[in-house]
């Protein structure tokens, strides 16, 4: 955050406040007074997170492929995801283990090195997959929590129908 020296300039900053100050402003009390302010609204136009560019309607865009980072991606896309991280899943387990063989037997050995390289290309490809079910995630929470309201106010109903 940037300061200013000056006692009647206000501080600014290029990056978002911290938390503090939005969760400070979302107690109980707040929301049920409804004077907590409303969330932002979804982004509509192009927007850049972390430098990279975004567009909503553009679902490449949310999560791009690994080649679009230079990682070889160990799948084809119409393969079964689930599959594919179990077969991964195995994968980074016997790298691991080999790779602990060659510590144990040679430390200095330039295969170690490679290995190491396999492990984190698995891993980039295991984190990839993990993410493409970030949205059916979401969506299956939003279900939850719309199923628990809903009883909720059945049990509400039921009471005061008592």
């Known amino acids: 955050m940037l300061q200013s020296t000056e006692p009647d300039q206000k501080l600014l900053s290029v990056m978002a406040p911290p938390p503090e100050i939005y969760f400070k402003q979302y107690t109980k009390e707040a929301v049920l007074a409804g004077t907590a302010p409303p969330p932002p609204p979804p982004p509509i136009a192009d927007f850049t997170a972390f430098g990279i560019n975004h567009n909503p309607d553009d679902p490449k865009s949310i999560l791009a492929p690994l080649r679009e980072f230079g990682v070889t991606q160990l799948y084809t896309d119409a393969a079964d995801s689930i599959k594919e991280l179990k077969k991964i899943n195995a994968s980074l387990l016997v790298n691991f283990l080999d790779l602990l063989d060659i510590l144990i037997k040679c430390r200095a050995s330039p295969i170690r090195i490679k290995k190491l390289e ?12 993990i993410n493409k079910f970030r949205p059916h995630q979401a969506l299956e929470t939003l279900i939850q929590m719309i199923k628990i309201q809903k009883d909720q106010k059945l049990k509400l109903v039921e009471q005061t129908n008592r």
């Open 118 to 129: 396999d492990i984190e290309l698995l891993f980039c490809n295991f984190h990839h997959l």
